[in-house]
């Protein structure tokens, strides 16, 4: 399974959990207990939707996904406990630079927050290392496949940055002459910024690092002079001139053999594996009973 694959889990657990806090927040009940599942929660004209419709097609659409998420999230747990698995918050801080380094997903304000990002990736991993407990590769394989792959376990430098994009090389520096003047760069973003995506989160675009194509070269010579929560002047690019400001910086890091050796033996002992990576393996060893087929569907 290499970093794509991870990513994908990733990235599918939590967009189940953002339907599971959307499937339970629809069943909420008023105050006393009252159910207010008849209450309306879109208008069109004088008709309406109630929580009741929402609700049902939430479970008609993901609810068989959401409980499965949620069974294969207490599975996961519950083998690594069995078998005493666990994963170090070094591991799982690592992996989360390597995905952030790699990955266009950590570019969105309102993504999830870092702690739930790393509470998916640790049950990834556990996962992981259920699926591999038994398979044995040597030192001699694990150091050969390192050696290759060095880059895999290099994270570069990570800048996180906003910009306002303008037309005009005057409407820049009246920008310019308004941060100066104590106005917020978010708010400026919002109000001036022609790219309408990020504009509508304060101008954030998200974390990018050397050879990132979604930006100009420009971005990344011109954040390494910035300090944190500084701006630069304005500078051309093909939409216009730009200003970007240093949200923040990571610090770039190549990890040693010693540092990936487990992350590497999981690396190896899944690209082995002919079975999907799954926590339904261990559905019948759990002991699962559920709404959707008590153990008989677990796909």
Known sequence: MGKKQLWMII???IMLNCLTIAFFLAKGTGAGGTAINDEAVATVGKQSITRQEWLNELEKRYGKDILKELIDQKVIREMAKKYDIKISD???EREFRLLQASNSAFNQKNQLDEKRWKEQIRDSLLLQELLTKDVIISD???QSYYQKNKDLYEVPEIYHLSHIVVKTKDEASKAIKELAQGSSFSALAMEKSIDEFSANEGG????ISDGDERYPESYIATAKKLKKKA???PFKIDDGFAIIKMEGKTSGKKYSFNEVKKQVRRQL???QM???ASASSFWKEAKVDWFYG???ETN
């Open 90 to 92: 070094q591991e799982v």
């Open 274 to 276: 002919k079975t999907p």
């Open 269 to 271: 002992a899944l690209e």
């Open 231 to 233: 701006y630069s002047k």
């Open 11 to 13: 990235a599918g657990l």
């Open 140 to 142: 001699k394989e694990l």
């Open 204 to 207: 954030d675009i998200g974390y």
């Open 294 to 296: 008590k153990n008989k």
